[in-house]
């Protein structure tokens, strides 16, 4: 690991993360809910954006680029599908695609669901995967735009990456997926753990969206749709897959 990876809160429930190369000086900003609090956070550190990646085009993940590429001439990456509907990007990235970012290899995985055109960003040396609002920290996002088949998919490629792996995702929504999590999986020690650690974190204004792989698996409702206890609450019967058991889950929390 050659990266520094600092997460940082902006707007109301946003998270974003700069990645920094102390050698050559580079510093990636992932996601740009807004402008100044990303700007505090480069001058606190004496740290100037080289690139900014994008997850996927709502405003609370764009909405700060243009005044921080304006004030640092830093590259803009985002997906190619998405192009339309995203700042002007320099560098269009698709599915698959590998590049060297900040010194480190990074890999693109679509992560479509919440959006089509959603992307995350792979950094296997750094051990860390930004996955905006797919795979989220205890959940997973709404669906906007894509299926429940598309989503469930996409966060079965995010799952096959290695259990040690950090998982960073885009928003504080720790206690309504905490909340969700009880209702689905309450007798799941690790869920009760996770929530009571969350609010240990809110209570010291810690960052919560912020996982490995591993911690995910055991918590997440939405990669246990193959436990018996998601099923259940699924309210399908003994013979139904996780596919099935992901629609009826996301579906529920839509209305939580
Ligand atoms: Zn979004
Ligand atoms: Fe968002």
């Known amino acids: 690991m050659s990266l520094e990876i600092v997460t940082l809160t902006a707007l109301a429930d946003n998270y974003f993360s700069l990645l920094h190369n102390r050698d050559t000086g580079e510093t990636v900003l992932v ?12 001058d606190a550190r004496g740290w100037t954006l080289t690139h900014i990646l994008l997850t996927h085009h709502h405003p609370d993940h764009i909405d700060g680029v243009a005044a921080l590429q304006a004030a640092s001439g830093a590259k803009i990456i985002g997906a190619k599908a998405d192009a339309h509907r995203l700042p002007p990007l320099d560098l269009e990235v698709n599915e698959g695609d590998q590049f060297t970012l900040a ?33 989220m920290a205890f959940g997973c996002g709404r669906l906007f735009e894509g299926s429940p088949e598309i989503m469930f998919e996409s966060l079965q490629k995010l799952a096959a990456l290695p259990q040690d792996t950090m998982i960073y995702s885009g928003h504080e929504y720790s ?31 810690d960052v919560t969206a912020v996982a490995t792989l591993q911690q995910e698996f055991a918590t997440n409702p939405f990669l246990r749709c193959d436990q018996p206890a998601l099923r ?8 139904a897959n996780a596919a099935q058991v992901f629609a009826a889950i996301r579906r529920q929390k839509d209305n939580f």
Not at 31 to 42: F, G, I, K, N, S
């Open 31 to 42: 996601d740009a809910p807004e402008a100044a609090p990303v700007q505090d956070a480069l």
């Open 103 to 135: 010194g480190s290899p990074c890999q693109v995985i679509d992560v479509s669901g919440h959006t089509i055109g959603h992307i995350a960003f792979y950094l296997p040396q750094e051990q860390a995967a930004f996955t905006g609002d797919s795979l």
């Open 175 to 205: 206690a309504g997926n905490g909340a969700f999590a009880l209702s689905v999986d309450g007798d799941n020690p690790a869920v009760q753990a996770r929530v009571a650690e969350n609010l240990q974190k809110r209570a010291n204004d």
């Open 232 to 239: 259940m609450s699924s309210g399908l019967g003994e013979d």
